[in-house]
Every structure is written in C-alpha cells, then in structure tokens.
C-alpha cells in the first residue's frame, strides 16, 4: 500500500512552503532596505507547465545577477532558483535601492492571510480524514 499524501494535503504543504520562502525574501528585502544598489526581489510564482504532470516541459525562471559592488558589500547568490527581480516597486532611491518598507509590509500582510486560510484548510482537511475514520471525538 503506499503511503502518499491526499493531493489536497500535498498541495496545501507546497502551498506553505511557497509562502516560507516568500516570507524569507521579504525579510532579506527589508534588512536591505539601505543597501545601496539593492533591487527588491520576490519568489516567482509556479509555472503552469511546471504543475502539468504529462511530461511538458517546465518553464525556467530568470535568476538575479548580482552586481560587482552588491557582492563587495557581502551579498550573497540565493539558493533557490525561482527568485526573481520584483518589478512591482513603487519607488527608486537616489542610491538605486529600490526597497519600500510600506511594499514589503503590505506583502508580508497578504502571506499572514493567505498562511491562516491554508491552515484552516488543513484543520478542516484532518478533521474530515479523522471522522472517516471514525476517530474525531468532537
């Protein structure tokens, strides 16, 4: 017998774990706030090829390319592959940062709400197995 995932439980864990690496560079984007040269980034949604299953091929995402003076600074290549540029910023400083604190906040807020709604989806999820199996004491 195999011990897989419901796919709405498999789809619900990727969905979180999305949002962690969202959260993560948000929160680089913001310790970055006074960088000089720093451009905002944000994690590339997943692509449509990418979740077909019958073999097409999936769609690369551009990497970001880091400056001879950001890696002067201590910059450091990010590991995963699907972050990119932001290009939804609302304003430049004078030093090429592109970083909004209020942008950033406002994401932070949508990933808090989109994070609480997966989590009631999953409560509901395992509430639902547990009275199928006829353990759910409520």
């Known amino acids: 017998m195999s011990q897989q995932l ?3 439980l498999a789809g619900i864990g990727d969905a979180m774990r999305y949002l962690d690496t969202r959260k993560d560079v948000i929160a680089r984007n913001i310790a970055n706030g006074d960088t000089p ?3 905002a980034r944000e ?8 979740m077909v299953q019958n073999g097409a091929p999936s769609v690369a995402a551009p990497t970001v390319e ?3 003076t950001m890696v ?3 910059a450091r290549n990010v590991k995963a592959g699907n972050i990119v540029l932001d290009h939804d910023v609302t304003e430049t400083k004078p030093d090429g940062n592109n970083v909004t604190l209020e942008d950033q906040l406002l994401k932070l807020g949508n990933i808090q709400q989109d994070f609480a709604t997966l989590t009631n989806l999953y409560r509901k999820q395992m509430s639902l ?3 199928a199996l006829g353990k759910n004491e409520g």
């Open 72 to 74: 002067s600074l201590g």
């Open 66 to 68: 880091l400056s001879s």
């Open 6 to 8: 419901p796919s709405l």
């Open 37 to 39: 040269g720093f451009k």
């Open 129 to 131: 197995l547990k009275t």
């Open 43 to 50: 994690t590339a949604p997943a692509s449509f090829a990418g």
